[in-house]
């Protein structure tokens, strides 16, 4: 399989169509279609998100490799962290709005992936 066919069956194993999985990667439906139509590829900032969000390598996205997880490690997590706090990633007060909005996004993304 090529990485359009790869991205289509991994987004339609997510349960997601393609507007809800384009506002996660905060792209447009079209450009979700684009991608799984073959007729254009992400960049490489988006592949890394895309192989993060599905749990792949970027090789198995890419068609490289039938293994899902090749070379792929898991940071544990502190079990006694229960919350995300602004405190944990620094001084937030500095960046922009939309660096904030971006973040939210990303707990967003986290929520809808494991709150099925």
């Given at each position: 399989?090529?990485?359009?066919?790869?991205?289509?069956?991994?987004?339609?194993?997510?349960?997601?169509?393609?507007?809800?999985?384009?506002?996660?990667?905060?792209?447009?439906?079209?450009?979700?279609?684009?991608?799984?139509?073959?007729?254009?590829?992400?960049?490489?900032?988006?592949?890394?998100?895309?192989?993060?969000?599905?749990?792949?390598?970027?090789?198995?996205?890419?068609?490289?490799?039938?293994?899902?997880?090749?070379?792929?490690?898991?940071?544990?997590?502190?079990?006694?962290?229960?919350t995300i706090s602004a405190h944990?990633?620094?001084?937030?007060?500095?960046?922009?709005?939309?660096?904030?909005?971006?973040?939210?996004?990303?707990?967003?993304?986290?929520?809808?992936?494991?709150?099925?």
């Amino acid at each position: 399989m090529n990485f359009a066919e790869i991205l289509k069956y991994e987004r339609l194993q997510t349960g997601l169509n393609q507007a809800e999985f384009a506002k996660i990667f905060s792209v447009t439906k079209q450009t979700v279609s684009n991608w799984e139509n073959g007729n254009r590829n992400p960049d490489s900032a988006t592949l890394s998100k895309l192989a993060d969000y599905f749990e792949v390598s970027v090789d198995y996205l890419l068609g490289r490799t039938d293994e899902r997880n090749s070379n792929i490690e898991k940071t544990k997590l502190d079990e006694s962290i229960t919350t995300i706090s602004a405190h944990r990633i620094g001084d937030i007060d500095n960046l922009p709005d939309e660096a904030i909005e971006k973040i939210n996004e990303y707990i967003e993304m986290i929520k809808l992936k494991y709150n099925k």
